[in-house]
């Protein structure tokens, strides 16, 4: 069955330390990868995909993502956390093929906590 | 640019009363998408559409019918609201590029409370 996990369900780091987010997948080929940010009473944002390509793939505000095929893996980073940071992150996989219905399937979410 | 707008942002329901939630993109999307979103379960796909005049269940569709009238409206009705309804909905857009599908775009979301 397709499936995100995101193991960590809560994370708490000091601002200006650096963060990763885990996320691992199953899927039956390699899918579309995702990671959005919700903030508290908001929508959800797009911070970066993955398509294709090389496996390092850089997002907005700072965050930067790791596409590891061998371990089915999408982990999220950031070399220093800033307190506006705090959220909730969900990882997300789609289908990869053109004409598909573009659903998605996500992770639990990981709340991140900053601490001053 | 408005992008993905939901209507309304707050609801409070009493059991067995119904409801329309309306969703409404600008960006000529083909898809359109409603999530629910419950604590530790992330997002679950309740309906969706990939062009007007059709729709399709998603993982969660019991309890929920919608509609998509117009291109850029997808609407999420409950009939008779149930407690295990309170959650917040999300609605997305997303559009088939022409080798890939791209990200989708959501909206601000709607807290719906079933008492």
């Known amino acids: 069955a397709q499936s995100v996990t995101q193991p960590d369900i809560h994370i708490t780091v000091s601002e200006g330390a650096s963060l990763e987010l885990r996320c691992n997948y199953s899927?039956?080929?390699?899918?579309?990868l995702f990671w959005y940010v919700q903030s508290p009473g908001q929508g959800l944002q797009l911070l970066l995909k993955y398509f294709s390509g090389d496996t390092l793939v850089q997002g907005i505000k700072g965050f930067e993502a790791e596409f590891k095929r061998s371990q089915s893996s999408f982990n999220l980073r950031k070399p220093s956390v800033h307190w506006s940071d705090a959220a909730e992150y969900f990882c997300a996989v789609g289908a990869p093929k053109a004409g598909n219905t573009g659903k998605l399937i996500f992770g639990q979410g990981t709340t991140l906590q900053v601490k001053p | 640019n408005a992008g993905v707008t939901q209507t309304p942002k707050f609801r409070v329901l009493k059991t067995g009363q119904s409801m329309t939630l309306l969703c409404a993109q600008d960006?000529?999307?083909?898809?359109m998408y409603w999530y629910r979103q419950d604590p530790g379960m992330g997002l679950r796909l309740i309906h969706y559409s990939v062009g007007e005049g059709t729709t399709a269940k998603g993982e969660v569709p019991d309890g929920y019918n919608v509609s998509r009238l117009k291109k850029q409206n997808f609407l999420l009705g409950l009939e008779s609201a149930a407690p295990s309804q309170t959650s917040v909905y999300f609605c997305?857009?997303?559009?088939?590029?022409?080798?890939?599908?791209?990200?989708?775009?959501f909206g601000q979301g709607t807290r719906l409370t079933v008492v």
């Open positions: 960006m000529n999307h083909e898809y």
């Open positions: 997305a857009s997303s559009y088939p590029g022409r080798t890939r599908n791209t990200e989708a775009f």
């Open positions: 899927y039956g080929a390699t899918p579309y």
